[in-house]
T-cell receptor, first 113, second 120 residues
C-alpha cells in the first residue's frame, strides 16, 4: 500500500506558484520522498527526490519538514503544461521492498489561465 | 534525463491471442526494469520487477504464467500477455533504473511512454 496521503485535486492560476502537499507520517529513516507527475495518457515523469534536506532543480523545489512526516512540492511558476497528476511516493532502498515505487492516488493539479 | 521507449505504443488484438510489449533503455544500461498496469482513472499498479539475467519477481495477485517477463539484456525487457482477454485491456507502462534499484544514492526510475492494449 502507498504510504502517502495527498489531496485528490488542486487548482492553480497560471504564473503562480503551485504548492502540492504530501503527508508521509510513517516514513522511516532510510526512505526517500520522490515526486513524479503523469500527464494524461503518458508515462510518469520524474520531478525530484530527497531524503531530509530541501532540494531544488530546474523543475521544482522539494521542502521536507524537519520531522520528515510531510513534504511540499513547489512549482514556482505554474504553466498550463504543468496540468497533470502529481504523485508523492515514499521509497525504500534495496533492502526495503527492493526499491520499488508504489503509487498512491496522487493529486490532480489543474493550472488555469 | 535518460530515455526509455516502448513498442508498440498501442495494440488491438483478438481475445485468446498473445501480445508482446518491448521496453528499451536507449542511452543507459538498466539492471532493473519494472512493469506497471494502469486502468482508466486509476493509479499505476506495479506488476513485477525484472532483473537482467534472472527471473522476474511478481507482485501479489499478478499471474506469472499470464504475464511473461523476459529481461535478456541490460537494455531490453519484454512483457508478453498470453491468451489475452478483454479484462486485460489496459495501459501498460515500464520503467528502467540504472544501477542497483533504490540504491544508497536513491536512483531515479525512468518511465516509458506506455502501451495501450485493447483486447476485443
Amino acid at each position: 500500500d502507498a504510504k502517502t496521503t495527498q489531496p485528490p485535486s488542486m487548482d492553480c492560476a497560471e504564473g503562480r506558484a503551485a504548492n502540492l502537499p504530501c503527508n508521509h507520517s510513517t516514513i522511516s529513516g532510510n526512505e526517500y520522498v520522490y515526486w513524479y507527475r503523469q500527464i494524461h495518457s503518458q508515462g510518469p515523469q520524474y520531478i525530484i527526490h530527497g531524503l531530509k534536506n530541501n532540494e531544488t532543480n530546474e523543475m521544482a523545489s522539494l521542502i521536507i519538514t524537519e520531522d520528515r512526516k510531510s513534504s511540499t512540492l513547489i512549482l514556482p511558476h505554474a504553466t498550463l503544461r504543468d496540468t497533470a497528476v502529481y504523485y508523492c511516493i515514499v521509497r525504500g532502498g534495496i533492502y526495503n521492498q527492493g526499491g520499488k515505487l508504489i503509487f498512491g492516488q496522487g493529486t490532480e493539479l489543474s493550472v488555469k489561465p | 534525463g535518460a530515455v526509455v521507449s516502448q513498442h508498440p505504443s498501442w495494440v488491438i488484438c483478438k481475445s485468446g491471442t498473445s501480445v508482446k510489449i518491448e521496453c528499451r533503455s536507449l542511452d543507459f544500461q538498466a539492471t532493473t526494469m519494472f512493469w506497471y498496469r494502469q486502468f482508466p482513472k486509476q493509479s499505476l499498479m506495479l506488476m513485477a520487477t525484472s532483473n537482467e539475467g534472472s527471473k522476474a519477481t511478481y507482485e501479489q495477485g499478478v499471474e506469472k504464467d499470464k504475464f511473461l517477463i523476459n529481461h535478456a539484456s541490460l537494455t531490453l525487457s519484454t512483457l508478453t500477455v498470453t491468451s489475452a482477454h478483454p479484462e486485460d485491456s489496459s495501459f501498460y507502462i515500464c520503467s528502467a533504473e540504472q544501477g542497483l534499484a533504490g540504491g544508497p544514492l536513491g536512483n531515479e526510475q525512468f518511465f516509458g511512454p506506455g502501451t495501450r492494449l485493447t483486447v476485443l
